[in-house]
Each structure stands twice: as structure tokens, then as C-alpha cells.
DNA sequence: GTGAAAGCGCTAACAA
DNA sequence: TTGTTAGCGCTTTCAC
């Protein structure tokens, strides 16, 4: 005998409470309409089998699977690395369970994911897709359009003009990079600093390209030599840094991209004998605990309520989905977000 | 007009080949046994219609998902925190996909997460299961049988002798915990130390049991007093060190659980200036980067391959799904596996 | 309130 | 080689 004997099946439930597999089935959905002493023997018989609906089945006629996928295209170091997903992914994972909804995880790195996570998606496995950290030139989005998925991204998209396969009205949830690099900025300026130079992000991500507009915003006149394209990581940050002080040394603040670039950047500046903040004022964003409060100095920096933004994006898909299945109300034009930053003073600026 | 114009059916591409849908269900498995210019025929209606098989139809009949899920018994604040989840998924995910296998990750918390898990295996999502950080009184295990899935574990399950459901046979894979724990025990020996005090991990794990047997295996003498317990984290290791440092302030050596926990450990020596390794010689168990480096001084620890685990893992499970598609064959008694550790010496001891 | 019957979209014998 | 025919286990009209 191998292991694997058969689940029982609604039929076995029904036969053995002497009822018709509908009436099984009722009870089985919430039991409505099912007189009471029947539903308990029903229930009854359910427990002695151990009967599990099988989903395949039920999924087949109800289109229903009550899972949702997060997609996110970063390699796996990055994903378990970067604190930024995990406290996404935890904002998700709540408000995702606290509607018996499952989250599956997919992973891509390469060409061959993109097809096999669109396969995935395509194949009808789950009712709807949370997608983030997209690049520029990435199919994903074009792959899930054409799933027809119904889909919330983390970050605005950033379909260029160019792009084949723009949705018509793309959900996503973001948070304002442009105001708060611009807080950023005014915050240096405030303190005096007039030579401030901005270390990007991967300028594939339209993160990056907000705050280095938002940067533009307030400094309108500031030269080329005052900005250098970094990556969102400590590396990038040094690099960056390195070259900064080469083209421009007589920088005196620092706008990073992201904490962890500052990071970067703080090391390069200590290496070089410049004093944070009396030489060189640094602010980062994310506030990325506990990044942001171990550098030295601490740093200065934008806050953004990552796990916030993850709650609503699974928050902004269950909503979508949910009016969809109740059927003809017209559909309401879905809206994104955009969270608000707030400046975090540390030590650094 | 609804976005969701159902998706085209096998049905939908057979007439559009002027084929059977057997034809068209040949041609997209594969396409054995199909006359090569029909299969091209039927491969560009396939193309044209956009058409991707409907996973729950397939599943249904075939009972094949090509989807296995991760189980994770803690919240997911740790398994996005420690870095020992991110290892072991990295390793687990690289051999799925490299085997076209879809992982899908189920985070548990609390009782009625459980439930909710059961319900997910037990409904046929997945063809099989790796389970991790099981504790002692985990109710995961009895649903996870009471589901008949395949499974493997990570790390040996610790079903005690009055467990309800000790599964015949569990297959997990392990490291050589209490070996390793001999060690590291056996190291600070070799370095002439005598009051060799422990610090335990949670004890509701076997992983914890077994490094604390490995102490005593050396140690057969020690009092209590040079035992106290933690719980795998930083902040469980500085109470125990606290406590045995009351307890034993003549203390010449500890071995802490883990890399966390003997961070920690060092946190209050320090505090209490007991110089590391003079006074006091430190071991931890993981060597789990880059905690062990950059603890001060550098930990001297037990290494073990944690993503080769999680390769590991993957891979026996996939076998066994293999072997158990094969049929008749006779089921091969599945086998766990327990990995080497190695002693990795760096400054602490 | 309950049951009979018709599929959901697919694969897998079995025939042809 | 190709088509025909049964289902897989479930939900859901539609009668009763």
C-alpha cells in the first residue's frame, strides 16, 4: 500500500451522512440554508473523514483561489538581505492573512523566472499579484498584463513614453520620493550648507529618478560635478562618494539616496578626514532601522512607513478584488497612493 | 465590459487548429507523438489565442502542482531578521526553480495560522513541503501528516516519545549539532579552560537539545551552575551570561548556542570587563556571517553549510515526489541526512 | 430545504 | 498518428 490513499471526497461525506453531495457542499460553505440537524450531521461526518475540499476542483468552477502572489525581481540576496523587503513583506503578509488569504512568493532573477512566474500567473494560481522593485526595462509588467492579473504595484512603474504595453490605469503604492529628497535638500540648505551633492540610486528605478528630481527641485543650478549615480547599495555609496570628492571637493553636504548608500558614503568621508557633520553634512532616506541609527554618526534622514506601504498595496488588491467578484456595480476607477516622508533629525545633518 | 473576458480554452485552440483537444493537450505537453506539421499548426493557434492551460483543470486530473511549500514556524519578524532563514530559503529555492518547481511560502504565527496551513496542504496547493523551526509542542507536524504530504524537515523533528503523531518516517536534514557541540566544547578544553559554562538555546527545539547534549558529552561533570538558558537571540544571551556570571563568576570559558546568542554574551563581559578571549575564551555555533566577524573580538564558532541544507532539503523532497510518481516501484526507505560542522577559529577563543 | 444534473478545463485510456 | 470518451471533485442552477 503506498502512502498516498486517497483523500475522501464530497460524495464520500455525502454518502456517509446519508445526503446529496449539494447539501455537503452548503454545509461545507458556510452550511446557509441547510436545516440545522442536517448541517450537524454534515459536520459530523466531515470530522470523522477528515474530509479537506480539494481546491483544484473547487477553484476549477468558483475562479476563486483566495492566494495572491508577490513578485518581487531582485535576486534572493537582495530580498533576504535588504531589510526594505522583509518589512514590506511582513506589512503584506498581515493584512493578507487577516483575510485567510495566502501569499505566494515569487522570486525572479534571471530571463527564465520572467517566464516561469508568468506561466504561474497565467496558469490561474492566484487572484491577484502584488509586484515590486521593478526596473525600467523589465517585462514583468507587459507578462502580468497580458496574465490579466489583477495586479498593485509597490512603486510607481516606470513606463517611459516608449513602452509597448503601458496598462491603461496601473495601482500602485508609493511614496512621495520627490517631496521628501526635497526636504531633504531644504533641510541642508537650512543649516547653511550652499555645495550640496546628491549620491543617486539605480536611476533604472523610478525611486531613484524622484529623488534626484526632488533634489533638482531646490537645486535648480547645482552643476553636474555635485552628482554622482550611485546604486542603493553601501558599494555604490563609496564609489560614488569617492568620485564626488574628486570632481568636487569642496562639497559641503550630502544627499544619498538611500540609508544604506549613506552608509557608504559616511565611510569614504571618515577614510578622507572630513568630520560629519562639521565638514560635510549627510542625510540618507529610509530611515532604515537599525542602519540608519548605527552609522556614525546616526544618521540623518526621511522617513517612510515601509511596512505601512506594504499593508496597503495587499489592502488596495483584496479591495479590487473583492468589488470584482461582486459583480456589476460599475467598476470604481482604482486609485493609487502616495505616502507622505517625514525628515528624521539624527546626527549627521 | 468586465476586464476579465474569460481566458481561451484548449477547446478554443483545438478549433481554431482544426484539431482535437487531445491533439492540442499533446502538442502543449510536450507534443509527443504528433505529426510535426500539425503540432506547428496548432502551436501558432496557441500563439495567436494567447492561450495558457488553466492550472486547476490540470491539477485536478493529473495531481501534479509543481509547487512546493515552505513552511516556517515563527514569525516573520525572525525569518526576515535571522539571516539563517534567508540562507536556507536561498539554498531551497535555487534547486526548486532549477527544477521548475514554484515555491510558495507559508509563514505561521499563531494557532489559527495553523489551521489555516492545514487547510492549504491538506487542499492539494502543493505536491509537498519543507518544514522548519519546529518546536516541541508543534501541532504543524500532526497536520502536516493528517494532510499526506510529502514532506522533509529542517532540522530532526522533536517528537517526544508521548507525541500523538510520530510520523513512521520522517525524513529531515540536519547538522551534526551535538558534534559540533563536542567541538567547540572540546576546543576551549584543548585552551586549557576548566569552568566551561553553557548557554542554551530554546530548549523547545532539538537543535538546542542536542548542542547542550554535545556540552555534556564533554563536560559529563558540570554543575547547573555552568548551565544557564537562552532562546537563539542576542538579547536571551546577555540575561544568561548576567545569570552565570553570578552564579560562576570564576568562569574561564562559554560556549554559547549560537552566534546570536554569544554576541550577546560578549556584550556583558565586556560590560563587566572580563577581557575576551584572556579572562574569558567565547564560542558561538553558526558561523553565521557577518555576525561572526563583526563581533568584537571575532567569534570563534561552529560552521555549518546552512544554504546546502536548504539544497539539501529540496532536493530530497523533489526525489521523493519523483519516485512516488514512478509508481510501482518499491518505495526506497527515505533517509535523513546530517551534515558535518566544522570549527572555525577566529579571536574569542 | 434538498436533490439531480450539468458542467468548470483538462488529461488519459481506448478506438479508429 | 489522431479523435472520442470518460471522468478528476467541486459548485450551482433548476426542479421538486
Redesign the pocket.
Known amino acids: 500500500m503506498t502512502e498516498a490513499m ?9 454518502a456517509r451522512a ?9 454545509v ?2 458556510g452550511g446557509n ?3 440545522s ?3 450537524e450531521r454534515v459536520r459530523r461526518a466531515v470530522e470523522e473523514l477528515g ?4 481546491q ?3 477553484t ?3 475562479r476563486r483561489n483566495d492566494a495572491v502572489a508577490v513578485v518581487i525581481a531582485e535576486p534572493e540576496t537582495r530580498v533576504f538581505t535588504d531589510p526594505f523587503f522583509a518589512r514590506q513583506l511582513r506589512g503584506i503578509s498581515k493584512e493578507l492573512t487577516a483575510h485567510d488569504n495566502q501569499l505566494v512568493l515569487l522570486l525572479t532573477e534571471g530571463r527564465d523566472d520572467h517566464a516561469r512566474v508568468g506561466r504561474y500567473l497565467a496558469g490561474g494560481h492566484v487572484d491577484g499579484a502584488l509586484v515590486f522593485s521593478l526596473h525600467l526595462d523589465d517585462p514583468l509588467p507587459g507578462l502580468i498584463q497580458g496574465a490579466g492579473v489583477p495586479t498593485v504595484f509597490g512603486g510607481r512603474p516606470g513606463w517611459g513614453e516608449g513602452a509597448r504595453a503601458r496598462p491603461p490605469a496601473a495601482v500602485f503604492v508609493d511614496s512621495d520620493n520627490r517631496g521628501g529628497a526635497r526636504d531633504a535638500v531644504r533641510h541642508l540648505v537650512d543649516l547653511g550648507r550652499t555645495r550640496i551633492a546628491h549620491i543617486t540610486g539605480a536611476l533604472d528605478q523610478t525611486s531613484a529618478v524622484d529623488r534626484l528630481d526632488g533634489y533638482r527641485d531646490v537645486m535648480a543650478d547645482a552643476g553636474p560635478r555635485l552628482i554622482a549615480e550611485g546604486d542603493f547599495t553601501p558599494l555604490g555609496g563609496e564609489r560614488a562618494m569617492r568620485e564626488l570628492l574628486d570632481h568636487a571637493p569642496d562639497l559641503d553636504a550630502v544627499f544619498a539616496a538611500n540609508d544604506l548608500t549613506a552608509s557608504g558614503a559616511l565611510r569614504v568621508l571618515r577614510e578622507h578626514g572630513r568630520r560629519v557633520p562639521e565638514d560635510v553634512a549627510v542625510i540618507g532616506f529610509d530611515d532604515m532601522s537599525p542602519i540608519a541609527e548605527q552609522t556614525d554618526p546616526p544618521l540623518t534622514t526621511i522617513r517612510q512607513d515601509i511596512e505601512e506601504m506594504g499593508r496597503l498595496m495587499a489592502r488596495l488588491l483584496l479591495h479590487r478584488l473583492d468589488r470584482h467578484a461582486t459583480g456589476d456595480t460599475v467598476e470604481p476607477p482604482p486609485t493609487s497612493v502616495v505616502l507622505p516622508t517625514t525628515l528624521v533629525r539624527r546626527a549627521s545633518a
Chains 1, 2 share one sequence.
Open positions: 486517497s483523500r475522501p471526497t464530497l460524495e464520500a461525506v455525502a446519508g445526503v446529496s453531495r449539494a447539501t455537503v457542499s452548503r461545507v460553505n440554508g441547510v436545516r440537524a442536517l448541517a474530509y479537506v475540499p480539494n483544484a476542483a473547487r476549477l468552477v468558483t
